[in-house]
């Protein structure tokens, strides 16, 4: 059963940066397209990053660009966000999600949480 699980959201100040980490246990990490959702309250879940399964392609939200950065490391079956100049508006849930469409996989995390305070 694979399982994902994110960690490393917090309450921190506008303009501060965080870092979230997404372990993954159970599957072929290396083989999935990995990438990060963010959710609001009363909004609906959108992406923010996504990242190929050999790291090599990456795409990001307009409203991150410049911002944040998502990388991955394949021996450690970690997904990684950096976060950095957050603004209030980048305060929601943060999910992680891997995916192989191709074979139907597509797995989620329970998320973090990222509160901005302005």
């Known amino acids: 059963q694979v399982q994902l699980v994110e960690s490393g959201g917090r309450l921190v100040q506008a303009g501060g940066s965080l870092r979230l980490s997404c372990a993954v246990s159970g599957g072929t990490f290396s083989s999935y397209g990995m990438g990060w959702f963010r959710q609001a309250p009363g909004k609906e879940r959108e992406l923010v990053a996504g990242?190929?399964?050999?790291?090599?392609?990456?795409n990001y939200a307009d409203s991150v660009k410049g911002r944040f950065t998502i990388s991955r490391d394949n021996d450690k079956n970690t997904l990684y966000l950096q976060m950095n100049s957050l603004k209030s508006e980048d305060t929601a849930e943060y999910f992680c999600?891997?995916?192989?469409?191709?074979?139907?996989?597509?797995?989620w995390g329970k998320g973090t949480l990222v509160t901005v305070s302005s």
């Open positions: 990242i190929s399964s050999g790291g090599g392609v990456r």
């Open positions: 999600n891997a995916r192989r469409i191709i074979y139907g996989i597509d797995y």
